[in-house]
C-alpha cells in the first residue's frame, strides 16, 4: 500500500531554511507527482507546489514564488521542501501529498488532483 | 487563482440531522472538485471526487453535488464521528494551481 514518511519536527530562527523530506513506497515513485500543503495553527489547508518526480519538473503557487524548491531523489523515492527566508507566519505543519486520479482537458493533458495519501505531517516552528 | 469559498464558516447541528455544505468556485471548475474531511491531529481524508464520487470507504451518508461554480457536500443523517471541519478543493488547468476553500466547521449543537 501507499505511504508517505515525512521527515521529524523543525525548530528555526527567522530567516533561515527548512527542508522536509517526503519517503514515499508502496508504488512507483515516478509515476504520480508529489504536492506539498501546509497548515498553520487552527487554519486552513494551502497548496504550496507540486513536483513531477520522473522528470524533476516543480511548480509552485504565486505566493512562494522565489521562496520554495521542490525537489526529489529517485533513487530513494523521496521527495523535499525547501523553504527559505522563514518568518513567523511560517510556523505550520506541512504536508507531502499524492494524488489518486485526476482528469484529462480538452487538449489532453492530465491533471491529478484529488489527495488520496498524505504524510503525517511535519510540523516547523519559526522561533526566535 | 480560481478562489472556493465555503459557507456557512461554521455549522451548528445535533447528531441524525441533515447537514448540507457549500462551496462556490470563483470560475467554472466544471465537476473537478473534491471534499476533505479533518478532524483535529489528523491529516485531511478523502471523501468526495470529481463532484459526486465517494472515495473508498466512505460511508453511503456522504454526497456530493454540483459542477461549474456551485457544489454541496450533504451527510443525510449526522453521526458523532462526523463533526469535523470540511474543505473543499480543485485543481484548474487555467490558471493553473491547486486551491482549497477555507473550511466549514461542523460542530455538535
Known amino acids: 500500500q501507499v505511504h508517505l514518511v515525512q521527515s521529524g519536527a523543525e525548530v528555526k530562527k527567522p530567516g533561515a531554511s527548512v527542508k522536509v523530506s517526503c519517503k514515499a513506497s508502496g508504488y512507483t515513485f515516478t509515476g504520480y507527482y508529489i504536492h506539498w500543503v501546509r497548515q498553520a495553527p487552527g487554519q486552513g489547508l494551502e497548496w504550496m507546489g507540486w513536483?513531477?518526480?520522473?522528470?524533476?519538473?516543480?511548480n509552485y503557487a504565486q505566493k512562494f514564488q522565489g521562496r520554495v524548491t521542490i525537489t526529489r531523489d529517485t533513487s530513494i523515492s523521496t521527495a523535499y521542501m525547501d523553504l527559505s527566508r522563514l518568518t513567523s507566519g511560517d510556523t505550520a505543519v506541512y504536508y507531502c501529498?499524492?494524488?489518486?486520479?485526476?482528469?484529462?482537458?480538452?487538449?489532453?493533458?492530465?491533471?491529478?488532483?484529488?489527495?488520496?495519501?498524505w504524510g503525517q505531517g511535519t510540523l516547523v516552528t519559526v522561533s526566535s | 487563482e480560481i478562489v472556493l469559498t465555503q459557507s456557512p464558516g461554521t455549522l451548528s447541528l445535533s447528531p441524525g440531522e441533515r447537514a448540507t455544505l457549500s462551496c462556490r468556485a470563483s470560475?467554472?471548475?466544471?465537476?473537478?472538485l473534491a471534499w476533505y474531511q479533518q478532524k483535529p491531529g489528523q491529516v485531511p481524508r478523502l471523501l468526495i471526487y470529481d463532484a459526486s464520487n465517494r472515495a473508498t470507504g466512505v460511508p453511503a451518508r456522504f454526497s456530493g453535488s454540483g459542477s461549474g461554480t456551485d457544489f454541496t457536500l450533504t451527510i443525510s443523517s449526522l453521526e458523532p464521528e462526523d463533526f469535523a471541519v470540511y474543505y473543499c478543493?480543485?485543481?484548474?488547468?487555467?490558471?493553473?494551481?491547486?486551491?482549497f476553500g477555507q473550511g466549514t466547521k461542523l460542530e455538535i449543537k
Open positions: 470560475q467554472n471548475v466544471a465537476s473537478y
Open positions: 478543493q480543485q485543481r484548474s488547468n487555467w490558471p493553473p494551481g491547486v486551491t
Open positions: 513536483i513531477n518526480p520522473d522528470s524533476g519538473t516543480a
Open positions: 501529498t499524492r494524488a489518486k486520479g485526476g482528469y484529462y482537458d480538452t487538449s489532453g493533458d492530465y491533471y491529478d488532483y484529488f489527495f488520496g495519501y
